[in-house]
């Protein structure tokens, strides 16, 4: 990702449309936009709320994902990376159709001016040497904003949710999921609210922080912090990947580092955690839209 495309998704991700209007109806699921969703820690966004076919209020609750740059998710015309969306609704269908997942709801979070900032891991980024922060903050124009980032979406966004539409409320069901840096946010979620997330899907995780630089000083101190605060292995599902080109070709020895961690945590590949290596795969939205199926079938499995 270049700073013009991000300019042009981060300028995109402010259009507002109408307040919890219906955006789209059909077989593929009703989706509902809440325009500029207010929160007393984080600038106001748009958050795009997907609901599966045949979706029951008074039956049985859904399993919802929160997902980061949640305009890439649905639409096209809103889709801030030469237009180029996720289809996920489609895929979700898809996938229950088959019998392979169990139907989720799913939260799009908007991304703002501030994505950098707010998808940046905070406590790591506090443990950088001062002159290690201040390259970052010069490259991105202030500090991370992370943490408040994440008490918006638990104790704003979430409540909301489960609040607004039938959830099933409980860690177990509550999943978190981003690629590049809403990869890096989503396991930082984790590790930070194991108690509210009980899995994370975090496509080609930009593990340097920097877009200038592949840093090894930010990964290692974002490594560290997960190494400590991760919970333990049987509790929660974690899924990686990455693949070899563009930005991804950073990606292979900070992503080894995170899986050995893991397993000295007791995470077992192919059961409670899963990475995966796409050669030949680069750092955009097609490519993860390829792929999405599958951390959708590790996370939602009946």
Known sequence: MNNASFLMATCLACLCLAVDAPVAFG????????SDFESAFVADRNIDIWLPPGYDESGEGYPVIYAQDGQNLFRSET???????????ETVVRLTDQGLIRPPIIVGVWNTMKRFLEYQPQAPFESLTNAAQAELIDEYGGAPLSDDYLRFMVRELKPYIDRRFNT???????????????????????????????????????????????RSDASARIIDYLAAELPRSGTHKLYFDYGTETLDAWYEDHQNDMDAALEKLGYRQGEDWVTLKFEGEPHNESAWKGRLHIPLEFLLKK
């Not at 077989?27 to 809440?34: A, F, Y």
């Not at 994370?200 to 630089?213: E, Y």
Request: net charge negative; charged share 15%.
């Open 79 to 89: 889709a801030a990376f030469g237009g180029i969306e996720w289809e996920m609704d």
């Open 168 to 214: 099933l409320p409980g860690r177990d069901d509550t999943f978190i999921m981003g690629s590049s840096m809403g990869g890096l946010i989503s396991i930082y979620a984790l590790a930070s609210y194991p108690d509210a997330f009980g899995g994370a899907a975090c496509l080609s995780t930009h593990w340097p922080v920097s877009i200038k630089d592949n």
């Open 27 to 34: 077989s593929e699921g009703r989706l509902i936009q809440v």
